[in-house]
């Protein structure tokens, strides 16, 4: 039997260790590597979209100019004998002349109308110049703006000149009279097109443009000289917009073989299919099919516009090959101009690329302007070949026997090719060329269904593809499908709206006017539909919504809301974020919408998305809620209540684990913020006087206790200068005063005393490490007088405040906004500062006027309240011209009676700084200045305008003025959302891909990972004896305050008290050094790895429990923050109590504190958190959310965290000596299964090991060592290291302890607690003393040791060489 255990373990049976360790990689779960991690969240770049005809265009009118003279040969032309004689078919020797003139126009308008039959036809026979003249002057005044055509026959009359001319005749019939192209070009005017059917057509194209380019420079000299004859008469028209087609270049004759009809181009243009058959028949291989006949072919049953016939399959197949060649070889805006703009002109232009092939067989060039690239080799002719090949065979035994007709396969063959293109290859290539061929099939109920799968999975390949397929002309296809009633094309119409619109969003208003939201209404509301197609549905009824007021009203109408409520709580996450963003997109400005929902309790229900698993569901709930609240109708009682609830529900989220979810949340509260700002104002004053009197010392004794400004260790480490650039090196500031802008705000009366001075705000704020508004402008609140605002507000209490009850809403979303303000994610805060500056503003913007004026002009003491919320928040950039003009009226007693004209517009212009040109000026009406009966204006009186130059009609505020901050704020959440449905959906993700350069890049790291376990386990195996072989030293930029191995590269980070240095410990160089973020009366206090194994990434705790995520790091890149968010919330200062507040000013290193302690499951994605807290707190990464609050029990802080995932336990050491023990599984009040007391002092560390019986060993200040089972109550063996014990770690795999001491050592000890080595001095230097041990942590799987000291210095020490 032992035998057998034994050859499981050998690397032949089985797995070998390498694949083992390779597998326990693989299925490790990675943390903060979504999508939301990894791109920045917003749109996309917006393609700009070329393919909406932006003028369609109609030919209205047709002149048919037939000049045959039947009978008399034109002089110049010798005929041949037998000669070419049909015209339109009719052979004119077979009747009378007049006759024979007669019906072959008639016979020529009917082929015309086969193609524009709403046309205005007027034929002119064997004219005379004014008889032209007459006709297309007249046509042109009818067809106004619109498309002409002339079809000019001249067959009976000499050749075109080269000057330019072409024939008619005179009254009698005795002269041919010469027609200048340039007078045919006024008559006619633009748009025009003009067919040429005779001899040298090419000359005409030629002139035509050189008369053109002649018109151009009148034109142009006309416009310089207003003396020149021209400038006086009405503009000639312009000939760009002119098409022309000519049946043969300019020294060509057509051909006269008597087989073809003398008119073969007007044939080919207006009669394709009888001339290309006939021109089929002709051919020599045309013996290859037997039986067929010139007239067999006349008797091809069926109509041409019947597809089912074998005529109309014919057409059909023909319509769809032109089309093909035409946009496989024209350029694309050229395409659209010639074969999507004008129904005649494409069908033309269709058939021309056929009369070129036919006509080149006789060499005849037909000459076209603009000019086509040649197609008449292109390999679809050899597809059509086919087609009548196969339908004329079959044409004897259906006309003779009456056998049914065979349908062409054509159409199945083109989609097997396009197929084919799909599967088969790479990622950039030339577009299918059967896209158009995919379009035509759509009209075909037999192939209708695989087109659309094929039509999806082309439009799935990404945004170009979509581009692609909308300028072919999908557009109308897709849009009449939307009427069928079939429900097996739901889901693939469905997929391709959505991914039609994730493109261009612009649809949605052709989806309204033609009803076709009503179609993804219905798929959304039927259960049976699976959950991927709902969402697609809602999407696309998301896009149609969005902005856009028919689209609201449509929807609302189609009892979007209640359809979307049920599914709010549907199981699939994307569905449930989507329904979210189009109940929030209806009701946006929308207000019968928000009253539908307010009916159907809308906002309650989406309460239950708040604390939804997936962040992005739950972001896209706030983004639903705060355009909930921020319509802008009047208020009633009601909506109040609505609006109070919601936000309180909102501020719930306040601690979300994710930045994405607290950024909407900023945005959704600035909405309530817009819609009650006087209340807000009043709020912000409130707070700014409470913080000015708790603490406004003077600048000078920074050092005296009660002084809120924080403490610099010293200035020789310079501070970045905003929180949201963080770049490598620190940029080096001056201290500087802040809110220098508004320094200048005397508003003392007659140089009284401050009674109001925002210059105040901030005590001295040295640091520049405040958020720079976009501008670069200073804000008015600091972040550091926001941070301070923050922690006055929870001691004191704001009863002063009017009315408390009713403003106890609005003060607690101000101190959310305050508490985001100094969010550890930049963004987020970023946004709030704008919020909580935009109110300060107006606030002390409107408080100003009333220490102007003396307490008995005004019987109101509030100011009136500022209802112009279209006023720009103007950030005290361009406030110092603002600020003069303000303190030079203060100085000044009021002004009396000022009539109320002059209050709204002769206000003195302040001089302006150089403002940034985009924001006027503003200026300041003192709206409340001047005797009692001013308050009788309109509410809606601009406190700050905009400035003389946009300055609007008191009264005329409109509600798209109000956004002034939800304009600003907008977070990309739905344009990034809406990314998923443009990017590919079907291809197998790059990490799948097996050939991926990311999966390669991955199977690297974990095959490194192996070799890092196996080499590290035999060197331990071997055991160590000693551990004092210094193998790196560096002296660090900051003391160190902690260090971490990473696991697999050869990295170490050192964090001081706000940044990381990142050193390579095998070469000793430094590969980074960068600033956490954190404010400065905080330090970091713990760090961790996450997805060592693979794609590392950095958590940073600072003890005032914020946890920020980093990721680039030590790789040459800037290191980028990946999130951040509160681990623990009641670790802010203020919860310290009274007593510790001012100390927390001063370096905490120096007196102790336990900070925030983590400890990461990789295998769970669980974060653990404590430290001054009463609570263990998990977080799951996963979700981004809290999932559990574990009481310690204790009245001490943490001071250690270690737990086993295996095992669901947590293990605590605590600062007053106990080890407690928890149990995860277990509710709040039962999981503490163990308490041990036995240490007498604060532990530095508890270690549990992660084996199935691993115990648990804990060490205290005093170096007991204890070690206990988790199963028992008393500890199973104690150990005595070094007094005044500072740092200590434990190494997972070689139990090995290391202490670091006050008394500047280190002691080695091994599992045994004998001492292996004991460290004082440095290698080198002349053998300096170490200094006081700040921290020192062992490398998880190599036996090495890192030391930080107090003097600066990390060194690592390592086993002896020999081993390693």
């Known amino acids: 039997m032992k035998m057998d255990a034994e050859l499981l373990h050998s690397p032949v049976v089985g797995l070998s260790e390498e694949e083992e360790a390779d597998m326990s990689d693989w299925n490790l779960p990675l943390a903060f590597m979504k999508k939301r991690h990894l791109e920045k969240i917003e749109g996309s770049k917006a393609l700009a979209q070329s393919w909406r005809m932006k003028d369609r265009m109609k030919t209205v009118s047709v002149a048919l100019v037939l000049c045959l003279n039947v009978g008399v040969d034109p002089p110049d032309v010798v005929k041949t004998s037998p000669c070419a004689r049909l015209e339109c078919w009719i052979d004119p020797l077979s009747m009378s002349p007049q006759k024979a003139l ?192 010139l007239d067999l072919i006349e008797k091809i049953p069926g109509r041409l516009n019947d597809r089912r016939t074998p005529l109309g399959e014919l057409n059909w197949i023909f319509t769809a090959i032109t089309d093909t060649i035409a946009w496989n070889v024209l350029p694309r805006d050229l395409f659209q101009k010639l074969f999507r703009q004008d129904l005649l002109v494409a069908s033309l232009f269709r058939n021309f690329l056929l009369a070129e092939r036919i006509m080149r067989s006789y060499n005849c060039t037909p000459v076209s302007s603009p000019r086509l690239p040649p197609t008449y080799m292109h390999a679809m002719w050899q597809a059509w070949d086919l087609a009548v090949d196969i339908c004329l065979s079959q044409l004897p035994t259906i006309i003779e026997e009456g056998t049914a007709f065979r349908h062409s396969p054509f159409f199945a063959e083109q989609l097997t090719a396009f197929q084919v293109w799909l599967t088969m290859g790479v990622e950039n290539r030339n577009p299918p060329e059967q896209l158009p061929i995919v379009l035509q099939v759509l009209l075909s109920q037999v192939h209708r269904l695989r087109a659309l799968d094929l039509l999806g999975c082309f439009l799935d390949l990404g945004p170009w593809a979509v581009s692609l397929a909308l300028s072919v002309g999908i557009f109308p296809y897709v849009l009449k499908l939307l009427q069928s009633s079939a429900r097996e094309l739901r889901p693939l119409l469905v997929f391709i709206w959505a991914k039609i619109l994730a493109v261009d969003s612009s649809c949605q208003a052709d989806l309204v006017k033609d009803n076709g939201h009503k179609y993804f209404l219905s798929v959304l509301a039927d259960p049976y539909m699976p959950a991927e197609h709902r969402t697609m549905a809602v999407f696309i009824l998301a896009v149609i919504v969005n902005s856009y007021n028919t689209g609201q009203e449509a929807c609302l109408q189609g009892n979007l809301i209640a359809i979307c409520l049920e ?209 670069n402008d200073e804000y008015i609140l600091s ?84 209802t112009s919320k279209g006023t720009l928040i103007h950030q005290a950039g361009t406030s110092n011209g603002a600020n003069r003009s303000l303190s030079r009226c203060s100085g000044s007693p009021p002004i009396p009676g000022v009539s109320s004209s002059s209050l709204t517009n002769e206000v003195p212009k302040p001089p302006t700084r150089d403002a940034p040109p ?88 974990f095959l490194r990972n192996a070799g890092v376990r196996r080499q590290s386990q035999r060197i331990i195996q071997r055991g160590i004896t000693r551990l004092d072989d210094q193998i790196f030293i560096n002296r660090n930029p900051g003391v160190p305050s902690v260090v971490k191995f990473h696991p697999f590269n050869p990295c170490i980070a050192v964090a001081d008290k706000d940044s990381i240095c990142f050193w390579d410990w095998e070469k000793g160089e430094r590969l980074d050094y960068f600033y956490n973020g954190n404010p400065r009366y905080t330090r970091i206090t713990a760090m961790e790895y996450l997805n060592g194994h693979d794609c590392s990434l950095l958590l940073t705790a600072t003890d005032d429990g914020a946890l920020r995520i980093w990721k680039n790091f030590a790789d040459q890149r800037n290191p980028e923050m990946v999130t951040a968010w509160q681990g623990l919330s009641d670790m802010l200062p203020s919860t310290r109590g009274l007593a510790r ?200 799987y190599w036996p090495h040791l890192a030391v930080g000291s107090n003097d600066y210095y990390m060194s690592i020490y390592s086993a002896e060489k020999r081993l390693r």
């Open 102 to 293: 007669e019906t072959i126009g008639a016979n020529l308008q009917k082929q015309y109308e086969n193609w524009q039959p709403r046309a205005r036809y007027k034929q002119s026979l064997d004219p005379t110049v004014d008889e032209v003249k007459k006709l297309c002057t007249s046509l042109r005044r009818n067809a106004k703006e619109e498309r002409v055509l002339f079809h000019y026959n001249g067959h009976g009359v000499p050749r075109p000149t080269v000057n330019g001319e072409i024939w008619v005749f005179n009254k009698n019939y005795t002269q041919y009279i010469p027609l200048s192209i340039y007078d045919l070009q006024t008559w006619m005017g633009s748009p025009s097109i003009f067919v040429y059917d005779c001899s040298n057509a090419g000359i005409i194209v030629k002139s035509f443009k050189q008369f053109a380019l002649q018109r151009e420079q009148e034109l142009e000299v006309a416009a310089i000289n207003p003396n020149h004859p021209l400038a006086q008469m009405p503009l000639p028209p312009s000939m760009k917009n002119c098409i022309q087609l000519a049946a043969c270049e300019a020294n060509e004759l057509l051909p006269m073989n008597p087989d073809l009809p003398a008119d073969l181009f007007t044939s080919c243009l207006t009669t394709p299919i009888k001339i290309a058959l006939r021109w089929f028949c002709m051919q020599k291989s045309a013996k290859l099919v037997p039986g067929v006949t």
């Open 567 to 775: 599914q709010l709580s549907d199981p699939h996450p994307l569905l449930r974020q989507w329904v979210a963003i189009c109940l929030g997109r209806i009701w946006q400005n929308f207000d019968s919408a928000r009253w539908c929902g307010v009916r159907d309790s809308a906002h309650e229900k989406l309460y239950s998305l708040l604390s939804d698993p997936i962040p992005e569901v739950r972001c896209a709930a706030v983004f639903a809620l705060g355009t909930f609240v921020g319509n802008s109708a009047e208020r009633t009682d009601h909506s109040t209540t609505i609006d109070h609830n919601v936000a309180m529900m909102l501020a719930q989220l306040i601690n979300d684990g994710s930045p994405v979810v607290r950024k909407e949340l900023v945005v959704a509260l600035s909405h309530l913020v817009v819609q009650y700002e006087s209340n807000f104002c009043t709020v912000a004053l409130q707070f700014m006087e409470e913080e000015k009197n708790y603490a406004a010392p003077s600048p000078a004794n920074t050092t005296e206790p009660g002084n809120l400004t924080p403490v610099r260790e010293s200035p020789a480490i310079p501070r970045l200068r905003s929180v949201n650039s963080y770049t490598n090196i620190r940029a080096a500031t001056t201290a500087r005063n802040l809110n220098k802008s508004l320094q200048n705000l005397n508003l003392n009366e007659e140089g009284g005393p401050v009674t109001f001075s925002p210059g105040n705000l901030s005590a001295s704020s040295s640091a520049s490490s405040t958020l720079g508004s976009p501008d």
């Open 783 to 866: 972040f550091e007088t926001i941070d301070k605002m923050r922690r006055v507000s929870s001691y004191s209490s704001l009863n002063s405040l009017i009315g408390v009850s009713f403003n106890s809403v609005y003060t607690q979303i101000w101190r959310v906004l305050l508490h985001l303000a100094a969010d550890p994610f930049p963004e987020v805060s970023d946004l709030a500062m704008k919020v909580l500056n935009s109110i300060a503003y107006k606030a002390t913007m409107n408080a100003r006027p009333q220490k102007i004026l003396d307490s008995g002009s005004l019987t109101q003491s509030a100011p009136a309240s500022p």
């Open 918 to 1005: 985009t924001r006027p000026p503003y200026t300041p009406t003192l709206g409340t200045q001047g005797p009692p009966h001013s308050h009788q204006f309109q509410r809606t009186r601009k406190m700050f305008d905009k400035g003389p130059d946009q300055m609007t009609e008191d009264g005329e505020e409109t509600p798209g003025h109000r956004n002034f901050i939800s304009m600003a704020l907008q977070t990309g959440l739905c344009d990034w959302s809406a990314k998923y449905f443009a990017q590919p959906v079907m291809k197998i993700p790059e990490e799948h891909d097996m050939e991926s350069q990311v999966r390669k890049e991955r199977e690297w790291r």
């Open 1141 to 1340: 507040r001012v100390s927390i000013y001063l370096d905490r290193s120096k007196q102790g504190g336990a900070g925030m302690v983590v400890d990461w499951e990789q295998e769970t994605g669980l974060l653990m958190t404590s430290g001054d807290v009463r609570v263990v707190r998990i977080w799951d990464t996963e979700r981004e959310m809290k999932v559990q609050d574990i009481p310690t029990g204790a009245d001490s802080c943490v001071t250690s965290l270690s737990c086993d995932p295996q095992r669901s336990l947590v293990v605590a050491g605590l600062g007053d000596g106990s080890v407690r023990v928890y149990d995860r599984r277990m509710g709040p009040n039962e999981c503490r299964v163990m308490t041990y007391r036995e240490h007498g002092a604060w532990v530095v560390k508890a270690h549990l090991q992660r084996e199935t019986d691993g115990h648990i060993i804990s060490v205290s200040v005093n170096g007991d060592v204890r070690f206990f089972d988790p199963r028992t109550p008393d500890s199973i063996n104690i150990l005595q290291t070094v007094k005044g014990l500072t740092a200590l770690d434990i190494h997972p795999q070689a139990n090995l302890f290391a202490c670091g001491s006050m008394n500047q050592f280190i002691a080695v000890y091994n599992s045994n607690g004998d001492v292996i080595s004991n460290i004082k001095y440095y290698d080198g230097f002349m053998g300096q003393r170490i200094g006081a041990i700040s921290c020192l942590a062992f490398h998880p």
